[in-house]
């Protein structure tokens, strides 16, 4: 062993930086293109370690650089953990068409969300008779329409696609890693 060589871990190592995950009215197809990073992920963990996230089994968010919203806002519920998030992350993004403009969930805005709820659970083609919306207050209650996260907290990146491809997480990710303002290269934006 070379006695001027410790293992020892530096008394300064670069700090981790803190990423929270979250999905909100979405369909977890922005996480998949995440994992999708594949052996690159194992990269991306030496640089950053995941707080709240379904990734984790962390419950409550903590002090964190980035925060990943992935979703819009389709219930109460969603308003609080988004809240929660802006107050705890330096850094906001929007993460896919959900969260950017409320996507294909949104399309129930043009509906009654009460009509909708009573054809769902009550008229609906097998439902039993005396069906009823469900009511039990553990529930959270829906909005009347679907909104983006941007109508709610200031967010500072958007990062398009349904889902955003594992090159464009990527490549914003190691961009806002690196102390740059993400720009995602050709063929690496896309809102499909
Ligand atoms: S943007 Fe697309 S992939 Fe992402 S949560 Fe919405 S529907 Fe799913």
Not at 17 to 32: N, R, W, Y
Not at 112 to 126: F, I, K, N, P, R
Request: one cysteine or more; a negative charge.
């Amino acid at each position: 062993m070379n006695p001027l060589v410790s293992d020892a871990p530096p008394l300064h190592a670069p700090r981790k930086l803190k990423v929270a995950t979250v999905s909100l009215a979405g369909c977890f197809g922005c996480h998949m293109s995440l994992l999708d990073m594949d052996e690159r992920l194992l990269e991306l963990l030496e640089h950053v370690e995941f707080d709240r996230s379904p990734l984790t089994d962390i419950k409550t968010i903590g002090r964190c650089d980035i925060g990943l919203i992935e979703g819009g806002l389709c219930n109460a519920e969603n308003v609080q953990v988004l809240r929660e998030f802006r107050a705890h992350c330096k850094t906001l993004v929007a993460v896919g068409a959900c969260a950017i403009n409320g996507g294909l969930p949104a399309q129930r805005n043009q509906r009654d969300v009460g009509q909708m709820l009573c054809e769902v659970y009550c008229h609906h083609a097998g439902a039993v008779n005396g069906s009823q919306v469900p009511n039990d207050p553990e529930l959270p209650l829906p909005l009347n329409h679907v909104h983006p996260i941007h109508e709610v907290v200031h967010v500072d990146y958007f990062l398009p696609g349904c889902p955003p491809s594992a090159d464009a997480i990527w490549s914003f990710l190691t961009d806002l890693l690196a102390g740059r303002t993400p720009q995602l290269g050709p063929g690496l934006i896309r809102y499909d």
